[in-house]
């Protein structure tokens, strides 16, 4: 698949994700925090992460509702090449960063490190059912999570999108860090680590 065919299908797919009504959103976001919290290693303690849905993502606020006591929730903030993370909670000061996505008003180097997170769910373009994903193009997860295709070490990840998200194949590429689970409103996904 060529760069010009991944930006191609990111367009259909991110246009799949808008045209969902909003009824059905509502019920995705429902039934998805119910398979978030049933995945065998939700219960982990510790700081978990999340995203500010944007351009037709499934939301996550009633899985952030639900946690338990021992997780905090925490947002992305971007920090220059890097994903670092900070807590958040509903009503605490956002800050829009370079793309327009909201982030928590913080200094970005007392961020958490990726490697300090205990389970992250990062939102997707697009995904196959042997667990390749599509993001967005800017590899922020990817580099972000380099240090897992080294070693199994925390923290779980998790992706997340709308079942009409999923493409029948798509290319693992070197640098792509595999997820332990796959989520959407229809299903639960865990893959086999990627071969490229």
Do not use: K
């Not at 808008?18 to 019920?27: G, K, Q, Y």
């Amino acid at each position: 698949m060529t760069y010009d065919d991944r930006q191609d299908l990111r367009q259909q797919l991110r246009q799949r994700r808008r045209d969902i009504a909003p009824a059905a959103r509502i019920a995705a976001a429902e039934t998805l925090a119910a398979r978030l919290l049933a995945l065998p290693f939700a219960g982990v303690a510790g700081h978990v992460a999340g995203y500010w849905a944007m351009d037709g993502e499934i939301a996550l606020h009633r899985w952030q509702m639900q946690l338990p006591p021992r997780q905090t929730y925490c947002l992305p903030v971007l920090h220059g090449r890097l994903l670092r993370f900070a807590p958040w909670q509903p009503g605490q000061p956002l800050a829009n960063n370079r793309y327009g996505i909201p982030e928590p008003d913080v200094d970005p180097a007392q961020a958490l490190r990726p490697e300090e997170m205990a389970l992250v769910v990062a939102p997707l373009v697009g995904f196959d059912a042997q667990g390749r994903r599509l993001g967005m193009g800017g590899g922020w997860y990817d580099r972000s999570f380099a240090f897992r295709q080294r070693q199994a070490a925390p923290p779980w990840l998790v992706g997340v999108g709308f079942s009409v998200q999923q493409v029948p194949s798509l290319p693992a590429r070197d640098w792509d860090v595999a997820v332990d689970a796959l989520c959407t409103e229809l299903a639960t996904l865990h893959p086999e680590p990627l071969n490229p």
